[in-house]
């Protein structure tokens, strides 16, 4: 079992930037991908950005060069870094994490980024 905890989300102007964290705990030994999802009102959930164990990347075109992806392993967290927001970020805003021999999928709370215009 995993658990995920985020924080860091909030109001910001456009242009902005914000930082979002997640924390995990239980079986973090047997954590593989972390990444960023985020749902936008009336939107499917989407993939914002994700890392490996190994560190690799991958990001949403959508926020390309505006957002950073990193891992800590040894205080197993993730942070993703948002600069340059625009309104069409405004979503809720989960942490995932892929876990164990048979990818369980596990997710944090959600937390809110509101970007205003």
């Known amino acids: 079992q995993v658990q995920l905890v985020e924080s860091g989300g909030g109001l910001v102007q456009a242009g902005g930037s914000l930082r979002l964290s997640c924390a995990a705990s239980g079986t973090i030994l047997s954590i593989k991908t972390m990444g960023w999802y985020r749902q936008a009102p009336g939107k499917q959930r989407e993939l914002v950005a994700s890392?490996?164990?190994?560190?690799?990347?991958n990001y949403a075109d959508s926020v390309k060069a505006r957002f950073t992806i990193s891992r800590d392993n040894a205080k197993n967290t993730v942070i993703l870094q948002m600069s340059s927001l625009k309104p069409e970020d405004t979503a809720d805003y989960y942490c995932a994490a892929i876990e164990g021999e048979y990818d369980r999928m596990y997710w944090g709370q959600g937390t809110q980024v509101i970007v205003s215009s």
């Open positions: 890392i490996t164990s190994g560190g690799s990347t």
